[in-house]
């Protein structure tokens, strides 16, 4: 185990160089997880890096015909892991091995990120940093470097929301559905952008880091079997500041699985099954009534008001909309406005542009191109040959991954402007 009284700052060229936690759940990642660990042994970074890692998956798998070949790759993984990999410093959590698992009550990938997280601050000092990382995500070399420069240049951040991007694996029908996933989440974080949401920011279990310090303060991530990684964004967005923009990027797998509730793997899984029901295209004049909504914040502070946004916060959502109390509460429109942030927070908007969904009868396809005219007009056509016939189902890959490209490109720009936006850089 590291030393609890490390020497966790280094000055190395007048930047503080911290003590640096990887923390990573894996299930049957036994043909991705070495790739991941050679990302990290090939960091630039000068100062300590740990990388803690928990094998696991519920007890019961063992019992169970199709999950207990899963329980014996997990088991010679972590033997394997036991060896040692590339002079790394790895930590291991064994909750894969016979009556060590997880009960079938509390199992999953948030109390596995958790149990990791746990660990770690029995020795991590509050200004070292954490990554969440997972097992079948890559990341260039001055990855840590990157996160490290960032969080001493803007002290103020309590978290990171990296950017991300999933590389095309070949396969026609594999990549068809990723560029259909990744559009989505385009489209959606966008729009939250826009819109200017505190809660714009992309929920990737391998897109956060923060400082222990800021872990510790909202008391991390919870346990739930999957969503964890945007519960914990919306803590700390309800907490502090987030930022967004980065010069480096991860780049998640594009493989199918089914081993988690939500996430690019289970998505890839519900397409190849014609499944989209999960993953609507939001229509923009949804996050509209949002927006409208953050402009009416100031003039709340003084009178009740009421539209459909407010009116479908208090009658589907149950959230207690007493703005007299919070007015008496909060006695400034800054604190009052947080109050309102904190009241309807990501959860409620994206429950709210999922209830709008349902009332609008337009294809996925339609929702995007609407997107797309009222933000780029014209920039659809240079990349689609014909419009009146684009589906996510025909269209050549190569039209929708250029729409993909195009979108990154465009959020990269707005992630720099919410920087912009509500940070100020320390002097060097």
């Avoid at 060590?100 to 999953?108: T, V």
């Avoid at 999933?166 to 952008?193: C, I, K, P, V, W």
Wanted: hydrophobic residues 40%; glycine residues 4%.
């Amino acid at each position: 185990m590291p030393e609890l009284f490390s020497a966790t700052f280094l000055y190395i060229n007048n930047v503080k160089q911290m003590d640096v936690y990887f923390a990573i759940p894996v299930l049957d990642e036994n043909d991705f997880l070495f790739k991941t660990l050679d990302c990290i042994a090939e960091q630039s970074y000068n100062g300590k890096i740990f990388v803690y890692i928990c094998v696991n998956q519920p007890d019961s798998w063992w019992n169970i015909s199709d999950k207990f070949l899963i329980c014996v790759r997990n088991e010679e993984l972590f033997h394997q892991l036991e060896q040692g990999y590339r002079g790394l410093d790895i930590h291991l959590i064994d909750k894969t091995r016979k009556e060590n698992g997880w009960s079938d009550k509390k199992s999953g990938v948030g109390i596995a990120r958790k149990t990791i997280a746990d660990e770690i601050l029995m020795y991590a000092s509050d200004t070292d940093i954490f990554i969440s990382m997972d097992a079948d995500t890559l990341f260039e070399n001055n990855f840590v470097q990157e996160i490290v420069h960032n969080f001493h240049s803007f002290p103020e951040a309590v978290a990171m929301n990296l950017p991300y991007y999933h590389s095309l694996s070949g396969n026609e029908t594999q990549d068809r559905a990723l560029l259909r996933y990744e559009l989505y989440l385009r489209n959606f974080m966008l729009n939250m952008l826009h819109v200017n949401s505190p809660y714009a920011f992309a929920a990737f279990g391998s897109a956060i880091a923060c400082k222990i310090k800021d872990y510790k303060a909202v008391r991390g991530f919870d346990t739930q079997i999957a969503g964890e990684d945007f519960y914990f964004l919306q803590k700390m967005a309800k907490y502090g500041k987030i930022k967004l923009h980065t010069d480096v990027n991860v780049f998640p797998s594009s493989r199918f699985s089914e081993r988690v509730a939500f996430g690019t793997g289970t998505a890839l899984a519900d397409f190849q099954k014609n499944t989209y029901r999960r993953y609507p295209f939001f229509h923009f004049s949804s996050f509209d009534n949002i927006y409208k909504t953050y402009l009416l914040i100031d003039e709340l502070f003084t009178k009740d008001i009421e539209n459909e946004f407010l009116e479908f916060q208090k009658n589907n959502c149950k959230v207690d909309l007493n703005w007299g109390k919070l007015r008496n509460n909060y006695k400034t429109i800054p604190m009052f406005t947080k109050a309102f942030h904190h009241k309807i927070d990501g959860l409620r908007l994206f429950q709210f542009v999922r209830y709008a969904q349902t009332k609008l009868s337009m294809s996925d396809e339609a929702c995007l191109l609407a997107f797309m005219n009222k933000f780029y007009p014209n920039k659809i056509q240079t990349m689609i040959e014909d419009v009146s016939t684009f589906t996510f189902q025909n269209s050549p890959i190569a039209s929708l991954n250029q729409i993909r490209d195009f979108l990154v490109v465009e959020e990269d720009k707005m992630r720099k402007q919410h920087d912009s936006r509500i940070f100020t850089k320390k002097k060097e």
